[in-house]
């Protein structure tokens, strides 16, 4: 009788350390949260492979001069060996990242007028021009300016005495699905110079960049399992490149339209961010809040209409 209630006592014991796993405020999964960590990804047809995005909890697709697109990268549940190739900084990273806190923000470098800009915002400026070679390492079987790869040790040494915030929720609820979706088998989302393809594959978004499958350098298919396709106003900003071109700025602060992607169907819906320190809620067109998948998560900030195959019936 005594070893039936030790028993029960020890599998009460284990059933509630179960069930209270952490959970990632960034992608549902089981794991804890940590420190919020930015990083700039190149995302041309020559920065790819890319290295370390599928450990990512948040990818944002942003436009740049152009019409061609850059990724930023947001971890927090797992910092990868080597993350890259590292690209420079744009006006639209400032509002996009405050909504985390006070993050850790890794680039290549940025314009010169947009520098003290960059410097004076909510964020840790971990820039390459001022930061250790030791953290922003060079890829000898890259060519330049698609070489820049960064350290995910030196990544932990160099913010472990910094406050940097911590993960937590930015408005987005993970669990299953409750609203009503239209069953696709894929959706291309266009940029005046470049386009990606989400196709559900049964688990995830397979993603395809300009035509080509999305892989890493280690082999791992890119394939999120929320695809969150986010209408924005873009306008040109002030700031501009070397040779001229215009750098857009992506407007995250506001409401507009979108459609959420998961478990093969999309949902149309509106999104909601007051200001800066707020997070982006995402409503269906009754309302009510939609439940993202658990996994990571990618974000396409983008100003044109997408372009849905509709599911084939099965027989």
């Known amino acids: 009788m005594r070893s039936r209630y030790i028993y029960l006592i020890a599998l009460s014991l284990l059933l509630t350390a179960c069930g209270n796993k952490p959970v990632s405020s ?88 947009f520098l003290p800009v960059l410097r004076q915002a909510n964020l840790f400026d971990l820039g390459a021009e001022h930061e250790s070679p030791k953290l922003y390492t060079r890829d000898k079987s890259r060519i330049a300016p698609f070489d820049m790869v960064l350290s995910g040790i030196e990544i932990k040494n160099r913010i472990k005495d910094l406050d940097v915030a911590k993960a937590s929720s930015i408005g987005w609820n993970f ?37 080509k499958i999305d892989v890493t350098s280690d082999g791992i298919n890119l394939a999120p399992a929320t695809f969150v396709i986010q209408k924005v106003v873009i306008t040109d900003s002030i700031y501009h490149d070397k040779v001229g071109g215009v750098t857009p700025f992506s407007a995250t602060i506001g409401e507009g339209k979108g459609w959420i992607l998961r478990d093969g ?51």
């Open 265 to 315: 169907v999309a949902i149309a819906a509106t999104w909601n961010r007051p200001n800066e320190s707020s997070g982006t809620t995402w409503s269906d067109v009754k309302g009510a809040p939609i439940n993202f998948a658990k996994g990571q998560v990618w974000v396409a900030l983008t100003d044109q209409d997408p372009e849905f195959t509709a599911a084939v019936p099965k027989k």
């Open 175 to 211: 669990g299953k699905l409750k609203n009503i979706g239209t069953a696709i088998d894929s959706v291309k989302i266009k940029w005046p110079a470049a386009n990606y393809v989400a196709k559900w594959n049964g688990a995830g978004w397979q993603l395809f960049h300009n035509g």
């Open 26 to 113: 960034l992608s549902g999964k089981a794991a804890p949260d940590g420190p919020v960590i930015a990083v700039k990804i190149d995302d041309t047809d020559e920065a790819h492979p890319q290295i370390g995005i599928d450990k990512a909890d948040i990818v944002y697709i942003e436009q740049v001069e152009g019409g061609l697109v850059r990724l930023a990268t947001i971890f927090s549940t797992e910092i990868p060996d080597a993350i890259g190739p590292v690209r420079s900084a744009r006006i639209s990273d400032i509002d996009l990242l405050s909504q985390f806190g006070k993050v850790a923000f890794f680039y290549s470098g940025a314009q010169s007028k």
